[in-house]
């Protein structure tokens, strides 16, 4: 944690010192349980190379930041974008993958950024406006196959990362939202480079919602807990949209159109 983020003041260097040891502490305490890296206190990191961020305590944002987390992800978003193109993330969370692609298409290029949970839409807004992007546009809407639903998000307690209109449980507090569709909310920005999708189970509804951005897409990054080898109802839905998967990485795939 502390090779890949530093904080931006000293204060924010200190609280991510305590943090650290505090971690040290609680991982020894539940050695079978895996637990994300989290600060004690807010504080504003950087990452090298992607920007500053806003990070909340006592939740998996600063997990989120970690760049080697998902390394991989992010050499296929410097490998495919380019000045001026467009780009469309999903299940933006407080904006880390949002950040780097504004960096990677210059000014000249723009980014959808699109978080349906209110809280970290308005987390997502500090970190654009920390970085200074301008072509960084941020919409709060939960995406599905029908426009005017009203549905339920649930939110699993501290992991805002994981907000899902399909997945629930027990520990999770649930938000109410009217959902839009991928193509009512694309249909004026014309040819799109990239669409990374982050979605915690929703992939199928916004596919089946926006059949024709994706047909105005290049490459799609996507997350799938697929181990076994056949192609997932996801990837078959790509596919017959005209895409090629590709893995990333253990739960990433990229989808590129020949």
Same mark, same amino acid.
């Given at each position: 944690?502390?090779?890949?983020?530093?904080?931006?003041? +000293?204060?924010?260097?200190? =609280?991510?010192?305590?943090? $650290?040891?505090? *971690?040290?502490?609680?991982? /020894?305490?539940?050695?079978? !349980?895996?637990?994300?890296?989290?600060?004690?206190?807010?504080?504003?990191?950087?990452?090298?190379?992607?920007?500053?961020?806003?990070?909340?305590?006592?939740?998996?944002?600063?997990?989120?930041?970690?760049?080697?987390?998902?390394?991989?992800?992010?050499?296929?978003?410097?490998?495919?974008? +380019?000045?001026?193109?467009? =780009?469309?993330?999903?299940? $933006?969370?407080? *904006?880390?993958?949002?950040? /780097?692609?504004?960096r990677? !298409?210059?000014?000249?290029?723009?980014?959808?950024?699109?978080?349906?949970?209110?809280?970290?839409?308005?987390r997502?807004?500090?970190?654009?406006?920390?970085?200074?992007l301008?072509?960084?546009?941020?919409?709060e809407?939960?995406?599905?196959?029908?426009?005017?639903?009203?549905?339920k998000?649930?939110?699993?307690?501290?992991?805002?990362?994981?907000?899902?209109?399909?997945?629930?449980?027990?520990?999770?507090?649930?938000?109410?939202?009217?959902?839009?569709?991928?193509?009512?909310?694309?249909?004026?920005?014309?040819?799109?480079?990239?669409?990374?999708?982050?979605?915690?189970?929703?992939?199928?509804?916004?596919?089946?919602?926006?059949?024709?951005?994706?047909?105005?897409t290049?490459?799609?990054?996507?997350?799938?807990?697929?181990?076994?080898?056949?192609?997932?109802?996801?990837?078959?839905?790509?596919?017959?949209?005209?895409?090629?998967?590709?893995?990333?990485?253990?739960?990433?795939?990229?989808?590129?159109?020949?």
């Amino acid at each position: 944690m502390l090779k890949q983020v530093s904080g931006c003041a +000293r204060s924010d260097r200190l =609280v991510l010192i305590s943090s $650290a040891l505090c *971690g040290v502490y609680t991982s /020894l305490q539940e050695l079978q !349980v895996w637990q994300n890296p989290t600060l004690t206190r807010p504080a504003n990191l950087t990452v090298a190379s992607v920007g500053k961020f806003a990070i909340r305590p006592n939740c998996d944002d600063l997990y989120h930041i970690l760049p080697q987390r998902e390394q991989k992800v992010i050499d296929v978003f410097r490998s495919v974008l +380019r000045d001026g193109d467009t =780009v469309v993330d999903l299940g $933006a969370n407080i *904006g880390f993958f949002s950040i /780097l692609g504004a960096r990677l !298409v210059s000014e000249s290029g723009r980014v959808i950024a699109v978080e349906m949970m209110p809280e970290t839409v308005e987390r997502l807004k500090i970190n654009v406006e920390l970085n200074g992007l301008a072509n960084v546009r941020t919409i709060e809407a939960a995406l599905a196959d029908r426009s005017g639903l009203e549905v339920k998000a649930h939110v699993p307690i501290g992991r805002f990362g994981q907000a899902s209109l399909v997945r629930g449980g027990a520990s999770a507090s649930a938000v109410r939202l009217r959902t839009r569709t991928l193509d009512e909310m694309c249909g004026d920005l014309g040819k799109i480079a990239m669409i990374k999708m982050d979605v915690e189970g929703a992939e199928l509804l916004i596919i089946k919602g926006g059949r024709e951005t994706f047909l105005r897409t290049q490459c799609v990054v996507f997350e799938e807990l697929a181990n076994e080898p056949s192609p997932t109802a996801v990837m078959r839905e790509l596919e017959k949209l005209g895409f090629r998967i590709s893995r990333i990485d253990g739960n990433n795939f990229a989808a590129y159109r020949d």
